[in-house]
Structures are given as C-alpha cells and as structure tokens.
C-alpha cells in the first residue's frame, strides 16, 4: 500500500494534506486552550509547529505517514482547528493495518461532533480505499479525554502496553484499541447515526 490519500471533504470538515501554509491556522489552535502543556500528550507548541510541520511532512516523503491538517468549514468561514494521520502502516500481500493518530484538536472543537466525522471518513479510506483489515488507536493510559473519544466511535480495547515509551520525559503505559474489517459495516451505521442532525 502507499500511503497516498485525497483530501477527504463532509460539508462541516476538510482534511487537507499538511502544508507549511498551514502554519498561522495551526498555531491558533494549538493556542485554543494551551494544549502544548498537557503533559499527557504530545500537542506542539505555537513556537514549535513549524519544526512539527516538518517532521511529519518528512514522514509522509518516507512513505510512512499521511499527515492533515483539519480544517472545520461554517457559514462564517473556514478554520484550521487540528491535525491528524495515518501512520504505522503495515502492508503486505496478505494484509494491511494501519493506526490513525497524532491527532488533536483545539480546545473549542473539542466534544463538538467534528471528531467523529473526521474518523467516519478516515476509517471509510482506510477500509473501502485501502482494504485494511484492522485500524489501531493509541493513546496514553492516562489521557482520559482520547480514551473516551476512541471508545465512542465503537473500537474495541485491545490491552495495555505497559512501560511502552518515553513521553514528555517519563514512561508512557500506551492503551491500544482498534477496528476490525468485520466490525467495519456495524461501526460505519453508529457512526453514521451520531452525525445525523439532532
């Protein structure tokens, strides 16, 4: 599989490929809430978002992540409110799993709905497009705020890896979730039933 993917689009939320253009945007919403000093998670810093901007685009030059920016779409405009990628891919004549991570989003688009579509769509490529058999989810024991995101798109928790790595300068036990290929359909209706309109 090469990690290649379009810009993937919903009337309320673009992904776009990253793009150094993407600068000013994203270090409004990293801004949004001071989010560079949970300690729990690894959210750039206004001051360091370009050199973050980089390392991802040079990953995705490897062949090894597809980095976005999330950009949210009103009637008053667009705004750059996140990022989020397609990274770990493994791929092989049998199979093909992959983990969407590294995502995060200002604090004012968090718990507004904007998560769920933006994984409805990456989830439909990684399954419809790419034919992956199980996409992972990973974060911090700890972060409490991501694990309840991740278990409300309806991934199943998959076990703990303790003592896993280095993160922010102590030990990170890492919770890993995913979906399966045959868990896809059934997860693509909840999901699908949590955008509707209220």
Not at 121 to 148: C, D, K, P, Y
Not at 165 to 171: E, M, R
């Amino acid at each position: 599989m090469n990690l290649i993917c379009p810009t993937l689009r919903h009337p309320r939320v673009r992904l776009e490929l990253l793009s150094i253009e993407h600068l000013l945007g994203l270090q409004a919403a990293s801004d949004d809430g001071d989010l560079s000093t949970l300690w729990y998670t690894a959210v750039p810093s206004a001051d360091g978002m370009a050199v973050e901007i980089e390392r991802r685009l040079g990953l995705y030059a490897q062949g090894k992540m597809v980095p976005f920016t999330i950009i949210e779409i009103t009637d008053a405009g667009e705004t750059i409110i996140g990022m989020t990628t397609f990274m770990n891919a493994e791929h092989s004549a049998q199979y093909t799993r992959v983990e969407i991570g590294s995502t995060w989003y200002a604090q004012s688009a968090q718990r507004s709905g904007i998560n769920t579509i933006v994984k409805r769509m990456m989830l439909a490529h990684a399954f419809e497009v790419w034919g992956a058999i199980a996409v992972e989810f990973r974060t911090h024991r700890l972060n409490q705020t991501s694990r309840r995101a991740i278990e409300r798109l309806g991934a199943q928790f998959d076990g703990t890896l303790r003592a896993h790595s280095l993160s922010n300068g102590v030990l990170r036990d890492t919770v890993v979730y995913s979906i399966v290929a045959a868990e896809w359909p059934t997860i693509r209706v909840h999901l699908d039933f949590k955008m509707r309109p209220r």
